[in-house]
């Protein structure tokens, strides 16, 4: 099991922008895919976007055009660049392999205010 810590979710107005970040404890080149997952109030967890070992990006219609993932050159870091924010986008975000295979962490918060 690698270890992931997300963090950068913060408060924002509708229509900004925040990147999250998320911290494995070792490489993640061997894993075929990484995600962002999200849980709104009252709502069940749902996968958002993942990216492949070798780069591809995977997005759910609901973020597709807004909302951008990348690995970084290391790959020990997958990052969820969020742009044009909805209020709807509220919710816990979290990282995971996809299919999931680790626990889940804490998770970081992402309000957004209309």
């Known amino acids: 099991q690698v270890q992931l810590v997300e963090s950068g979710g913060g408060l924002v107005q509708a229509g900004g922008s925040l990147r999250l970040s998320c911290a494995a404890s070792r490489s993640i080149l061997d894993i075929n895919a990484m995600g962002w997952y999200r849980q709104a109030p009252g709502k069940t967890r749902a996968l958002v976007a993942h990216?492949?070992?070798?780069?591809?990006?995977y997005y759910a219609d609901s973020v597709k055009g807004r909302f951008r993932i990348s690995r970084d050159n290391a790959n020990t870091m997958v990052y969820l660049e969020m742009n044009s924010l909805k209020p709807e986008d509220t919710a816990v975000y979290y990282c995971n392999t996809v299919p999931i295979r680790n626990s889940w962490g804490q998770g970081t918060q992402v309000t957004v205010s209309s």
């Open positions: 990216i492949t070992s070798d780069g591809r990006k």
